[in-house]
């Protein structure tokens, strides 16, 4: 693995556990066992190691959600499956690593947050039409309409006033957001489906 890819696998290790403020250039050099000038021979600063940290998490999420689609059956797995991967992140992610982003980043917060949505919201909309077609999702849904609430929704984990973090885990509201929206819009096969995955 080239210098490069090493300093940014473990910059994006560190930051997801500890936060972004809290990992100084020093911190990942010495993990690596490399000097800080290597590290800045390669970035010549903090922002543009995060920004290229952020690339690098886009390019894989984007890999893992094409590995995913191609290996379920049908939609409600394909959903499922997602469920799964966004509760492992949520568990395995540092809240302050966004807080921070957000904080101390926010053009590349800004920029990643505009990207994610806009993309995320076609990829509803395609799951949506998926599951119409497969006889899961009930055909009068408007879709570009439901997909919107389903962003709006998920929007609201963000939101501390609504969930505060000391008071609700959020892979449990995620978990139940995603549930009881995907029964909502189901038909009777696709709540059979469901039923039966949650049983497993």
Same mark, same amino acid.
């Given at each position: 693995m080239e210098v490069h890819d090493r300093i940014v696998d473990e910059a994006t290790r560190q930051f997801m556990q500890?936060?972004?403020?809290?990992?100084?250039? !020093?911190?990942?050099?010495?993990?690596?066992? $490399? +000097?800080?000038?290597?590290? /800045?021979?390669?970035?010549? !600063?903090?922002? +543009?190691?995060? *920004?290229?940290?952020?690339?690098?998490?886009? *390019?894989? *999420?984007?890999? @893992? =959600?094409? &590995?995913?689609?191609? +290996? =379920?059956?049908?939609?409600?797995? #394909?959903?499922? +499956?997602?469920? !799964? &991967?966004?509760?492992?992140? $949520?568990? =395995?992610?540092?809240?302050?690593?966004?807080? !921070?982003? &957000?904080?101390? /980043?926010?053009? #590349?917060?800004?920029?990643?947050?505009? @990207?994610? %949505? @806009? %993309?995320?919201?076609?990829?509803?909309? %395609?799951?949506?039409?998926?599951?119409?077609? &497969?006889g899961f999702f009930r055909p009068e849904i408007n879709i570009p309409i439901v997909a919107k609430l389903f962003h709006e929704q998920k929007n609201l984990l963000a939101n501390e006033a609504i969930f505060p973090r000391e008071e609700y885990n959020y892979a449990d509201v995620f978990h139940s957001l995603t549930l009881n929206f995907i029964r909502g819009i189901s038909t009777k096969k696709g709540i059979d489906l469901i039923d039966s995955m949650l049983t497993k």
């Open positions: 500890f936060g972004i403020r809290n990992v100084t250039m !020093d911190a990942i050099a010495a993990a690596l066992g $490399m +000097s800080k000038r290597t590290v /800045y021979e390669a970035f010549k !600063d903090k922002t +543009s190691l995060v *920004h290229t940290c952020i690339r690098s998490l886009r *390019h894989k *999420h984007r890999e @893992k =959600s094409k &590995e995913v689609c191609d +290996s =379920s059956r049908n939609v409600v797995e #394909t959903i499922f +499956s997602f469920l !799964d &991967e966004g509760i492992k992140a $949520m568990n =395995s992610v540092n809240p302050v690593f966004f807080r !921070d982003l &957000e904080k101390f /980043y926010p053009e #590349t917060w800004n920029s990643l947050r505009t @990207k994610n %949505e @806009k %993309e995320a919201f076609l990829f509803t909309k %395609e799951l949506l039409q998926q599951g119409i077609d &497969e």
